[in-house]
């Protein structure tokens, strides 16, 4: 059985400042800006507990406007894009103004996701920005192809994830981050 780690596990954790939790540095990969005004709700992708754990607490560390909501898979994304099933409540699980896509998904990865994304006339302009464990060209490469936004690497200390979590709501949230 896999160990999740608890919060007061996770923050000392984001205090190791060299403790590498990723495959990167925190770098940003631009595309076309689709901004436009923003309730600050953000799907982040991603299966793994402990990535959407610490995107989460470095979130709330750097005061980002944002609320972070999440799909454990391929499918449960689209589902939840869609707004069906349990998802029908947009009150309860608000459309987002960015989604942030691990590649390294179960059921549809990444690049189905994406590709589904852009072909769905309702999702073809939502900001999608890569966030993935590989700084490999051809996944670079295919993503941006595919029509994301931005591609990053997660980052390989907690600081720099928060500087890319500054970065991105810095650039796809229209939203003015409130001071800390």
């Excluded at 299966?47 to 980002?64: I, P, V």
């Excluded at 449960?76 to 987002?96: C, H, K, M, W």
């Amino acid at each position: 059985m896999a160990h999740f780690p608890d919060y007061g596990e996770l923050i000392r954790l984001a205090g190791r400042q060299s403790e590498h939790l990723g495959a990167g540095i925190a770098r940003l990969t631009i595309m076309a800006s689709t901004r436009g005004p923003s309730r600050g709700a953000v799907l982040y992708v991603e299966d793994s507990t402990e990535d959407y754990a610490l995107l989460e607490l470095a979130a709330r560390k750097c005061g980002t406007p944002f609320s972070l909501l999440r799909a454990v898979d391929g499918e449960q994304a689209i589902a939840y894009l869609n707004g069906a099933e349990v998802y029908s409540d947009r009150d309860t699980y608000p459309f987002p103004d960015l989604v942030l896509l691990d590649l390294k998904l179960p059921r549809l990865d990444g690049f189905e996701v994406l590709q589904w994304i852009r072909d769905n006339p309702a999702t073809k302009s939502l900001p999608v920005v890569v966030l993935a464990g590989s700084s490999f060209r051809a996944d670079i490469r295919r993503a941006l192809e595919l029509g994301a936004n931005s591609y990053a690497a997660k980052p390989g200390t907690f600081a720099e994830l928060q500087v890319l979590i500054d970065q991105t709501a810095d650039v796809w949230l229209a939203q003015a981050k409130t001071p800390s």
